[in-house]
């Protein structure tokens, strides 16, 4: 390849010499990186890692020409792009071994699991073991960048409009989640970029075995997305192709996927050794990119001593940045319990809960205003989902006349794509969006829940803190009018088993509304489960849901349950605590009547976090307890709490703490009669509340 110079540039071939020989610095300290930790297996692989060893050039001409503006979702084989970006072989191997001043996790999570928020650098939000699940958050940073773009809410950047890059590898792309991120990004046309690295492995399965097609093929399927195919061996041509696709999606605001052809030198992981079961280590030596960039170097002038000098120098600073990293400090035992959220600013209820002079509202619109009210005062909040646009309005209503007053690109309706909705929503946060997005009913959210558990709820613990999810996902739930096994579902105990999200499961329309605020505003994932039963208070005894809507200033803080009924403790006759939430709140009440002045009712509010004082106070004053649930009561969270008043109130109680709920069934049948037959009702809960009360 000829080297040409000009008064003002030297370059070889179409790229800038200095950015070849930068390209050439980084392959050798990758190089010497792979071949270090190999040497040093015993101390290096006690933490699962994988290496770049194979793939290096295209990520090298990727990440050469990223900037601070644009964001980076890169895999665990990327350690090339990581380095190419800024990071140092220090700063990795902090991550390899998991110590305490890791950059991304502070050693929470496996080496080439990258987070990072620096000015300097491209941006880069947590994603999980990357494959293919961090093709839907990244997608949601291209749409909150479009967004922003369109409100004039981003900055101005000299050098250019900010990119998204998904670094994907091939195995990856037949996830089905990557198809819905590719669907949204030709939907929307956005500024993303697909990187799909191919070494025909699947770990230890070929591309034939697994794929009906490579990614490009693929691709083609998805009308906009436009694709190259290169040879990523070839630094030279990477830089170039990506140099062009990248200054498209800068300019034009569109989607591309570049198709990458590598070989993988190093072992799939540390603990999956390519010689059990690879019989192709000497072809795939042939296309060793190191050797090529070598012999281009050479080709272009440059002296074997020159070159020599270069790998010397890689090598000697990889060498002493992993003796530096060994004595580096492990957390310590308390790091433990850091950044599983974020300090929210909601401490305590503030506003007016009852403002004179205003008529009591159903909880339906009382969540409408509430979002109304936060998307007149905050430009960066967006409100979608499937079936909320304009046209409808949500088939409950929930966002009737948002579209028409905010517009189409701020409330809009979504495919049938549940977790593209959930995941989305990791990616418009990072960009500084805040989503409200909703799962049409509790039933459709178990597409979502990998996205939820995976993606959402450990950002912030598995960043260490640099970037909690903020967003609120709105989930009707329940069952009522026979909605039938698919629209009845009550889904809460799989919910509280994820860590890292809050909970709320209100039962008024004051309560929606105030805990909706306290959603918006915390900087935490909240899952907000509402009884689509009460949402028009036309079940009889659920007129109480019914409430006066509060101002615009009432928000609830997390974690603080509320006394529906106090019931004094009497000598002369026993008394009751009644642990409920939702619907069970209609339920107890009206079993209350029964027993008057003896029965205590708490609602929840908050699922997580959940109101241990309260309650422990209110069982402990009557030393009877009953929890009310909609769930089949089996293995359940209303059972956690029963256990939990247990353990905490054992002294206390004159009775089992019992629990009641629906029948221990797969599914709520469709008949209505078969449906009042499984439910809770008023009748079930009094005939509980009188067993306890005799005990």
């Known amino acids: 390849m000829p080297t040409t110079m000009t008064a003002k540039n030297e370059s070889i071939g179409s790229v800038p010499v200095n950015s070849v020989i930068r390209a050439f610095e ?3 300290c990758a190089k010497a990186m792979t071949e270090l930790f190999e040497k040093n297996a015993a101390v290096t ?3 699962v890692h994988a290496t770049s060893r194979g793939h290096e050039a295209v990520q090298i001409a990727l990440g050469m020409q990223l900037k601070p503006q644009d964001y980076l979702s890169a895999y665990y084989r990327d350690d090339s792009i990581l380095l190419s970006i800024g990071m140092t072989p220090y700063e990795l191997m902090l991550q390899l071994m998991a110590k305490a001043d890791d950059p991304f996790s502070g050693g929470r999570t496996y080496y080439s699991h990258p987070s990072l928020k620096r000015d300097n650098m491209p941006k880069i939000p947590h994603q999980s073991s990357a494959t293919g699940m961090q093709a839907i958050p990244t997608t949601g940073i291209a749409m909150g960048i479009q967004y922003k773009e369109k409100r004039d809410l981003l900055p101005s950047y000299p050098d250019g409009k900010p990119i998204v890059v998904c670094s994907l590898g091939d195995g990856s792309v037949t996830e089905g989640e990557v198809a819905e991120a590719f669907q949204m990004a030709v939907l929307k046309k956005l500024p993303i970029l697909y990187l799909v690295q191919d070494n025909d492995w699947d770990i230890s399965a070929t591309g034939k075995e697994t794929r009906a097609m490579d990614a490009v093929e693929y691709a083609r399927g998805f009308k906009g997305l436009e694709t190259r195919s290169i040879d990523g061996t070839d630094f030279m041509r990477s830089f170039q192709v990506l140099r062009d696709v990248i200054e498209t999606i800068r300019n034009e605001r569109r989607p591309f996927l570049v198709h990458a052809k590598v070989p993988l030198l190093n072992h799939h992981t540390s603990g999956v050794r390519k010689e059990w079961y690879r019989g192709d280590l000497e072809e795939a030596a042939k296309r060793d ?3 090529r960039l070598k012999s281009q170097l050479i080709i272009a002038g440059f002296t074997s001593d020159k070159i020599k000098q270069i790998e010397e120098k890689e090598a000697v600073a990889v060498s002493e940045a992993y003796e530096k990293a060994l004595k580096a400090a492990d957390p310590l035992p308390e790091d433990l319990f850091k950044h599983d959220f974020a300090p929210t600013p909601v401490t305590e209820e503030k506003g007016i809960r009852e403002p004179e002079g205003r008529e009591k509202k159903v909880m339906v619109d009382c969540a409408l205003f509430a979002i109304q009210e936060l998307m007149e005062k905050h430009p960066e909040c967006l409100f979608y989902g499937q079936d909320v646009g304009g046209r409808l309005g949500g088939v ?3 966002a009737a ?8 690109d701020r409330v809009f309706n979504t495919p049938i794509q549940e977790a593209f909705i959930v995941g989305s929503t ?3 946060s990072a960009t500084g969006c805040k989503p409200i997005v909703e799962i049409q009913f509790a039933d459709y959210i178990w597409p979502g ?16 803190g640099k970037w909690p999810v903020s967003s609120v996902i709105r989930v009707p739930i329940g069952a009522y009018g026979s909605g039938g096994p698919y629209h009845s579902s009550s889904v809460e105990s799989v919910l509280t088993n994820i860590r890292g999200i809050k909970i709320a499961y209100p039962s008024t329309g004051a309560d929606l509304k105030g805990l909706l605020k306290a959603a918006y505003y915390d900087p935490n994932p909240v899952v907000m489960l509402e009884h689509k039963g009460l949402y028009w208070s036309k079940i009889k005894g659920t007129e109480d849901a019914k409430t006066v809507e509060p101002d615009a200033d009432y928000i609830i803080p997390f ?7 106090s019931a004094e403790s009497s000598k002369t006759s026993n008394t009751l605590s009644v642990i409920t939430y939702g619907m069970g709140v209609y339920w107890a009440k009206n079993a209350s009547k029964n027993f008057p002045s003896r029965i205590e009712i708490i609602d929840l509010r908050t699922l997580f976090p959940l109101d241990e004082e309260l309650i422990y106070a209110s069982v402990k004053k009557h030393s009877r307890c009953l929890v009310v649930t909609e769930e089949p009561v089996n293995n359940t969270f209303a059972q956690s709490v029963a256990s939990r008043i247990q353990q905490h109130c054992f002294e206390y109680l004159d009775a089992p703490v019992t629990v009641i709920g629906s029948e221990n069934l797969p599914a709520v049948p469709l008949n209505s009669i078969l449906e009042y037959t499984m439910l809770p009702n008023a009748d079930k809960v009094s005939n509980a509340i009188e067993n306890l009360l005799s005990y």
């Open 426 to 428: 990791v990616g418009m």
């Open 401 to 408: 006349t948002l579209a028409q007053k905010f517009g189409d």
């Open 45 to 47: 692989s006690k933490y």
């Open 559 to 565: 974690g603080k349950g509320r006394v529906v009924q």
């Open 289 to 291: 990119p190191f050797p």
């Open 449 to 464: 829940l990998n996205q939820l558990f995976t993606e959402v709820s450990r950002s912030c613990y598995l960043t260490n």
């Open 396 to 398: 409950f209503r929930e």
């Open 26 to 28: 980084l392959m050798c």
